[in-house]
């Protein structure tokens, strides 16, 4: 109730009370009537503003609130969707990593596999190479009596004229002639070419 209206019920309320009243009556009780009247209509007008006041504060305050706690919502959302990429760009990462592995390690295979199917596929060059591996190693890359190269994947033409070479004793690395000529002097030509290719398949 606004102030206009409560002034309004207050002026016709001091109207109906002199009207009705006798027109020669106590002046003073008519006074003092209207002034108690205006002085509860200040007191309503005082007590409606106040509770206004505090109805607009409390309201100021739930907005307020409100907005705080969208913000914070916001905020919690923000921070979940970033820790979620983290958490799919590690998994991807992640298995990037091991896939790249995994095909190393398939790519490394294979290549053994290969290395053993040749290998395996001479005979002939692994049992002639037999007599070799106690200078040159199981697998080619000793250096006999520390003195030589390492033999291991030299190319099967150069093997072949080296050991040819030794067998006609026009060869001698090392100081190694010698020795190198009793080991290949009984080899064919196919034993020489087999054994060559052997040797150049150990890798």
């Known amino acids: 109730m606004n102030k206009t209206v409560i002034l309004s019920i207050a002026a016709i309320a001091v109207i109906s009370f002199t009207g009705c009243g006798n027109k020669s009556g106590n002046d003073e009780g008519a006074k003092s009537a209207v002034t108690e009247t205006m002085d509860k209509a200040k007191d309503a007008t005082a007590k409606v503003a106040e509770k206004t006041k505090e109805a607009a504060a409390a309201t100021t305050e739930a907005v307020k609130e409100g907005a705080n706690k969208a913000v914070e919502a916001t905020k919690e959302s923000a921070n979940k969707a970033v820790e979620a990429t983290k958490e799919a760009a590690n998994n991807v990462a992640n298995k990037a990593k091991e896939a790249a592995t995994a095909t190393t390690n398939a790519v490394k295979e294979g290549a ?5 199917a040749v290998a395996g596929g001479n005979a002939k060059g692994k049992e002639i190479f037999a007599k070799c591996v106690s200078c040159h190693g ?6 006999a009596l520390g003195k030589s190269e390492i033999i291991a994947g030299q190319s099967v033409a150069d093997l072949e004229k080296k050991i040819s070479e030794y067998k006609a004793g026009s060869r001698n690395v090392a100081g190694m002639g010698t020795l190198m000529q009793g080991q290949v002097s009984s080899l064919s030509d196919d034993d020489i070419k087999a054994v060559a290719e052997y040797i150049s398949s150990l890798k």
């Open 112 to 116: 053994n596999k290969a290395k053993e």
């Open 138 to 143: 199981q697998d080619g890359k000793t250096k």
